[in-house]
């Protein structure tokens, strides 16, 4: 078994007789057969091979057979969106009459499918407080066939004890399905301590430089052959070119999750010290009420850091206008540091009650702490904090 930063680079499509070093781009809709017997055989499942992309195609096979590797994982299914992904992974496995546990802290489009839509098919929820982890056990019901948690969240960077909530699913024979894109397969992997799928947003830290949209989800062989079904039907296929520039991607995601990680550390630190920050949240800084978590679970803490502004809604907002070099901008894990005001933008269709709820107050500001020199990334963020002082 190779390592991760091998694996990364060196799980490749097959050679063609062109010797490339470099994978090319399979931009084609189909493929070939040889004759009527072998079209036969691959529809039939009895033959291995690419029939049709929305079905496979070499770029994403590569992309999956990668992630799993990473995330130590039988199969996957590789998507157009994160958000195709999780919406797959409800729909291949869930029916009417059945029923999901999901952390009340999660994406704010996740919240919306389970609220709005799976309802709409019978599919019950029930949230589950990501502050009071032994309410938990109680809200399983006979009916319920998966938990669906994020950890760290987005944003308010609330952890689970994955090891606590993997035995949890076990013990009651119900799926659990782990969004794993704000640590990265780098940074922590949720099957080794239980978890049965793993979703990932390709649109962040997997890609890395904002460039594409994607998703995959990773997991059990038995689990993903009934996504891979719903969705080679439903074709929310990841196209080959994107899955060439996400398979690219991870040949660096090592290094730059280490980057990320190292600069986001400092900003928190000097975050915590500053006099207009009421409160800083960063999984590695001792002061985040779930530091033994993030170091049972995580090799460090990501690029991420939350952090709430003195004065609210307005000075969160303010603080937006302030910045120099920063971009505004509705991603994250890019190489480029972004600044967003989740109560405003994409928690804004939550009530105010259930934003607090998973702490998302109004003047929570969320850094996606890119790949620029640190210093440079510590001054724009300190002028725009300095224009508060009266
Ligand atoms: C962005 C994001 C998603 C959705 O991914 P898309 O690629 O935008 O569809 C899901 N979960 C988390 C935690 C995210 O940050």
């Not at 032994?134 to 689970?160: C, H, R, Y």
């Not at 004890?161 to 659990?176: E, F, S, T």
């Not at 690029?303 to 004065?311: A, W």
Request: proline share 4%.
């Amino acid at each position: 078994m190779k390592k991760f930063e091998t694996n990364a680079i060196r799980t490749q499509a097959e050679q063609t007789e062109n010797r490339e070093h470099s994978v090319p781009v399979y931009l084609t809709s189909s493929f070939t057969f040889h004759d009527a017997e072998q079209m036969r055989a691959m529809f039939a499942d009895e033959q291995e091979g690419n029939i049709y992309s929305r079905f496979t195609n070499p770029n994403t096979t590569e992309f999956v057979d990668k992630m799993c590797l990473l995330e130590g994982a039988e199969a996957g299914y590789a998507t157009a969106s994160g958000m195709a992904a999780i919406f797959a992974s409800f729909m291949g496995l869930l029916k009417s009459g059945d029923h999901i546990v999901a952390s009340s802290s999660i994406f704010g489009s996740t919240h919306t499918v389970i609220t709005k839509f799976l309802p709409k098919w019978g599919i019950e929820h029930t949230y589950a407080d990501v502050n009071k982890p032994e309410t938990w056990e109680a809200l399983i019901q006979k009916n319920t066939k998966m938990i669906f948690v994020e950890t760290p969240s987005n944003p308010g960077l609330d952890l689970i004890d994955l090891q606590w909530l993997g035995n949890l699913a076990n013990k009651h024979n119900v799926i659990l399905n782990v969004d794993n894109c704000f640590a990265t397969p780098f940074i922590q992997r949720p099957i080794e301590f239980g978890a049965h799928l793993v979703t990932h947003s390709g649109t962040k830290y997997l890609d890395g430089q904002g460039r594409v949209m994607g998703g995959i989800v990773v997991g059990k062989k038995e689990l993903i052959k009934e996504i891979y079904t719903f969705c080679r039907s439903t074709g929310p296929a990841l196209s080959p070119f994107n899955a060439w520039t996400l398979s690219k991607s991870l040949e660096t995601l090592s290094i730059r999750m280490e980057r990320h990680s190292q600069n986001a550390l400092k900003l928190a630190g000097l975050l915590e010290n500053h006099p207009e920050v009421l409160r800083v949240r960063y999984p590695f800084l001792l002061s985040h009420p779930q530091f033994e978590i993030a170091k049972k679970q995580m090799s460090m803490g990501g690029g991420i850091v939350s952090f709430e502004i003195k004065g609210g809604i307005a000075s969160g907002r303010k603080f937006l206008d302030t910045l120099q070099m920063c971009s505004l901008t509705a991603n994250l894990g890019d190489t480029r540091t972004i600044a967003t005001h989740p109560a405003s933008t994409t928690h804004a269709k939550l009530t105010e009650e259930e934003r607090l709820a998973v702490g998302i107050t109004p003047g929570l500001v969320r850094i996606s702490v890119g790949l620029e020199n640190i210093i440079d990334i510590v001054a724009d963020i300190e002028q725009a904090l300095n224009k508060f002082k009266v």
